[in-house]
């Protein structure tokens, strides 16, 4: 059993490595702090915002594969508007090995009361199944390019949400977002962007 592990630990680490999505330089520029926007990045990516408050947070479930860091830009305008975005570092970065972090996130800063999920790709789906399992104590929900497990349906929810969804470039849907159109409240509003590809989402090099 604890070859198995050591082995599996070994694949997971150079897979890791080998398959990441990098940050463009465009994302380590975002990573420096200035008068809006307060960056730390250890085991969490933060952003606080300095010069006004919506006491709102943000919580942020990363892709597969995609360094946290490339996300920074969109971070950043979020932050300067207002909101705390806290991205953790996800193990082997996979959302699946720390499905509940966000109860880590939001007992870190108690002070923050109204806690937006959101998350991309297999962390979208991580981030729909954490909201469907704790509705109460979010404030909403964003996801882009994905949708919960079926087992974690939404389609009952009264939480507030946003889907952001990649669309062919006449600005049709995909046809995979529309075969899981169930897992969705029937009036959940998106967001298409035609043309648009599935790491658009942040800025990640090749």
Known sequence: ILIIAIGMFGYL??????????PTAEAIAALASDSAVEVTLDDWLVMTPTKKSTGIGIVFYAGAHCDVRGYAPVFKEL????YL??????????????PDIADEVRAAYPEIKHWVIAGHSLGGSMAARYASIHEDDLAGL????????????????????????????????AQKFIDNDSVYPPDVPRVLIPGAQHMYYGSFGD
Do not use: C, K
């Open 85 to 98: 975005v806290v991205a953790p570092t996800l193990p082997f970065d996979f959302s699946i090995f720390a």
């Open 142 to 173: 964003l996801v882009f390019d994905s949708y919960p497990p079926s087992s974690n349906s939404l389609a009952d929810s009264e939480l507030p949400m946003l889907l952001f969804e990649r669309a062919r470039a006449d600005g049709s849907r």
């Open 13 to 22: 680490s150079y897979t890791t490595e080998r398959d990441r999505a990098l």
């Open 79 to 82: 932050a300067a508007a207002g």
